[in-house]
């Protein structure tokens, strides 16, 4: 294994797998940190489930992983958080990529969480959805990580120890050779966290060129595009990914995001396909069982049904203040967990999912080890052909990716119904 990635969430792991597999990398993506060595890649991508939990448990967490890449072999670690840079004053970006610094005995990393394909850029600093500041973009209503500052730089100062480095657009667009010297003027001034600026993927490609040899890259999957191309250059590219299959079989999409993407595209899918929502009070009651969900979707197999949690952000908060935040969050994830599980029992090897935590709580309840990277949905969203006792295809999703037909799309590349 050549390049190690540490992923903070589910979906940021497929984004990132999807990302370095188009790019010519032999990629598998881990589910959790395996007890036993890798498969045969060139890259391999650890999905954890850390951006909103405690900060120490998430760097406990992420040394874990970086420990068991390293004896995997590889030469650079690639901590993936968010393009929307999802965390909160106290965390858990700035822990986490200190402590691989530390760990790695590394004296510098870039931070550069843009993706131009999902319009999220970085310009003096700042980040941008599209052509709104983030703070402007929706994810200031995140339930978990309120996004309230577009200045990058500001928001990771929040998070860190040391002072926060900056490169800017005029020196990344002069080439690898400048972004470099730039690099390591913030280096040597003690800058170890450098913010990046990148427009577009070229950008991209040249920062990525700059970083030849930096034991650690922090970023959002776009900053992947060029790192194969490093290893390519060395001549240690050549492996083979094993195939994908699709698989057919009864489908069910599942959405547990609230962004205003995932209400877009669960308006579009249920125009034309059932769905049952979850009610936070009958749920915390615990008169809404994963059971009854899984009758009710038994009765509507043949139309691939959606279950969901997916609902405006002003009465999700309503609900957290009624319930409790990490309650109602708890509650609902452990729902789709064992969700997750029966639908694979009751012969459904088809799931589109909706949501990072959503995500990671399928997954688990999938008892799955490994992924395996097939052809790209949307931007950023991969299939996924789930290796463990059942055979399941999956897509997985962040709340702000994939267009307003994503759920149609991401059932039918997964298999025939």
Known sequence: MLLGCIAD??????????????????????????????????????ALKTRSIAPEEAVAQSLVALDWLLEQGCQQIFFKYCSTFDSTPQGNIGPVAEALLDALGAHSAVVCPVFPAAGRRLFM?????????????????????????????????????????????????????????????????????????????????????????????????????????NFRRAGLLGKQSAPYTRLSGPGVALSGSCSTASQAQLAHYLKSH??????????????????????????????????????????????????????LAERIEGFFRMLATKLVEAGVVRIAVGGGETSGSVVAGLDAHSLLIGPEIDPGVPALAAIGTRPVRLALKSGNFGAPDFYEKALNALGDG
């Open 274 to 327: 059932p769905g049952l929502a979850l009610d936070p009070a009958e749920l915390m009651a615990g008169r809404q069982t994963p059971d009854m969900a899984v009758a009710w979707i038994r009765e509507h197999l043949d139309s691939q049904p959606m279950v969901y949690s997916t609902a405006d952000p002003k009465q999700v908060a309503a609900d957290q203040i009624r319930f409790g935040r990490q309650e």
């Open 9 to 46: 969430d589910f979906t940021g792991a497929s984004d990132l797998a999807n990302t370095l597999a188009r790019q010519g990398m032999s990629t598998v993506q881990f589910v959790g940190v395996p007890d036993k060595p890798a498969l045969e890649c060139e890259a391999g991508v650890v």
């Open 125 to 229: 600093g700042h980040l941008f959805v599209n052509d709104r500041l983030l703070s402007e973009s929706g994810m200031e209503k995140h339930p978990l990580n309120p996004m309230i500052d577009p200045d990058v730089r500001r928001w990771l100062r929040l998070q860190t120890k040391g002072e926060v480095g900056f490169v800017g657009y005029k020196q990344v667009r002069m080439g690898p050779e400048e972004i470099a010297a730039a690099l390591e003027a913030e280096a040597g001034a003690g800058r170890r966290l450098i913010v990046i600026d990148a427009v577009e993927d070229d950008d991209l490609f040249a920062i990525a060129a700059a970083l030849v040899g930096q034991k650690l890259v922090t970023g959002g999957s776009g900053l992947a595009l060029g790192l194969p191309e």
